[in-house]
């Protein structure tokens, strides 16, 4: 039982790659303005725009980005401009250190209540549940807030990345009672 317990934990500890999906994403340096000038003089939807006169830095390779800075003049390489890879470690500072300590607790208490108090299996899941969906409620409570402070020139990558933080410890409570109760399944006496 031992055995499948910790090779349990490492599965759910390195397969953390796995479970989230991932998009990459190609930045290019933009097309080359047409000839009568039209293709590229309007502004993007997002915000940004194209400046027609612009010399793309020397020495600019396939999936950089160049950034220029306004004030100094100089040019910004960067290979980062898609986020890292999402690891269990990421994840788990994304989703706010003091709710997923609190659920990694309960997981901790849930193996421990295995062994001592199969009782207690389920309670443990039950708080890891209650305790992500209330991170939930204050995620979302601190994004709809950030929107209302911005009015309409928020985003909606924005909200869509507000969201997506505010999701990874319910996630996590959600896949603890899931454990808590698969685990008190296997560990119900036969009749």
Known sequence: MKKLFALLLAAMLTSGNALHAQQTVEIAPPPAAASDGAASDGAASDGARRA??????????????????????????THDAVQSARTAANLYLEGGWMWMTLITLCLAGMFFSAWKAPRWIKEFGLLARSLGIFSL???????????????????????????????????????????????????????
Do not use: H, N
């Open 52 to 77: 027609q006169d612009v010399q793309v830095p020397d020495g600019l390779k396939a999936g950089e980005i160049a950034i220029r800075d306004r004030e100094s003049g100089e040019w910004i390489i």
């Open 137 to 191: 409620a204050l995620g979302l409570y601190a994004v709809f807030d950030l929107l209302s402070q911005l009015g309409s020139t928020a985003s909606f990558s924005l909200l869509c990345g507000g969201l997506r933080v505010a999701l990874i410890a319910p996630m996590y409570g959600l896949g603890v009672y899931m454990l808590s109760l698969a685990l008190r399944l296997a560990l119900k006496p036969r009749i």
